[in-house]
């Protein structure tokens, strides 16, 4: 999952994160806008209390660096 500043469509969100995989491994991203993310938290959906609780940020784009 990825929180990230954007107005793009969730559809098209998606597509630009899987062209700018050049890696072997597949990916099924979701991406989704700081506004929707806190949204979804507020309305304590499963999923995101789950990422909450138990998701390992790998990098953190306000400190440009690899958590």
């Not at 929707?36 to 499963?46: A, G, H, L, S, V």
């Not at 995101?48 to 790998?58: A, D, K, Q, S």
Request: hydrophobic fraction near 45%; charged fraction near 35%.
């Amino acid at each position: 999952m990825l929180i990230k500043e954007t107005s793009k469509r969730f559809i098209d969100r998606i597509a630009d994160v899987i062209k700018m995989n050049n890696t072997f491994l597949s990916m099924e991203p979701l991406v989704y806008s700081p506004l929707e993310f806190e949204i979804m938290k507020k309305e304590k959906r499963d999923f995101i209390m789950t990422i909450e609780e138990e998701g390992i940020e790998i990098y953190d784009a306000r400190s440009a660096k690899m958590v």
